[in-house]
């Protein structure tokens, strides 16, 4: 008995240190370490050194691969339309039953029974246009290697100049054959690239318009 009460207390406290283990991922802004110097197997080169044939462009979780941002779209779209339509229809009976001999005449012209026209027009035309052109360079970090060998990286850069910020934040996926010998890569190349540029400031705030306004326009029912 008593050893099963003595259990218990054991057991319960096994349970709580279980359950508050957490299994901690890395972060974009965490350092990942330095791996541990090991020359037990009697060599000089480790698994974090650099091959005498081996270049120095970003393969590995962590590595700095610089971006350049150049991004031009451009389109346009025009369309017009247009329809018309006549149509015309008349009828008469000029000989009925001998009533065009009655006084049935005088008033009402059996030649001309039915006459009648419709006519329909439509023209339609619209045009829409738009261009954007982006230009920067960022140095970005691997934050994963997926198996077939694609790198996933994330960028990001803010700038301040008189209290004003300039944000850019690039992630995206990009094959490590696509990175160039000085470990430059193109925007173009990058996979579901995701590129904001954002401002951050006063001058960011005038663009904006206020919140009654923007409360307006919502539940303005005209």
């Known amino acids: ?20 283990a957490e299994v901690v991922t890395p972060t974009f802004d965490e350092q990942i370490p330095a791996p541990q110097v090991n020359y037990n197997n009697g060599s000089l080169w480790q698994s974090s050194s650099t091959a005498l044939a081996e270049d120095m462009k970003a393969r590995r979780r962590g590595d700095i691969i610089t971006v350049v941002i150049s991004e031009n779209a451009s389109a346009s779209k025009k369309a017009a ?60 970090k691997v934050v994963d290697v997926i198996p077939n060998g694609n790198m996933l990286i994330e960028g990001r850069r803010n700038v301040k100049v008189n209290n004003e910020d300039q944000i850019i934040i690039l992630t995206g996926t990009v094959r490590g054959r696509d990175v160039s010998a000085d470990n430059t890569i193109n925007s173009a190349l990058i996979a579901d690239a995701r590129i904001s540029y954002s401002g951050k400031g006063i001058i960011s705030d005038r663009q904006k318009p206020g919140w009654l306004l923007n409360t307006l326009d919502k539940i303005w029912p005209f």
């Open 1 to 20: 008995m008593k050893a099963a009460a003595l259990g218990l207390p054991l057991l319960w406290l096994s349970a709580c240190a279980h359950q508050s």
């Open 81 to 140: 339309t247009g329809t018309s339509r006549d149509s015309s229809i008349s009828g008469g009976i000029p000989k009925l039953l001998g009533l065009e001999k009655t006084p049935i005449k005088s008033w009402a012209d059996l030649a001309n029974l039915l006459s009648a026209s419709y006519g329909s027009k439509f023209d339609g035309a619209g045009s829409t246009s738009r261009q954007e052109t982006l230009q920067a360079t960022i140095s970005a």
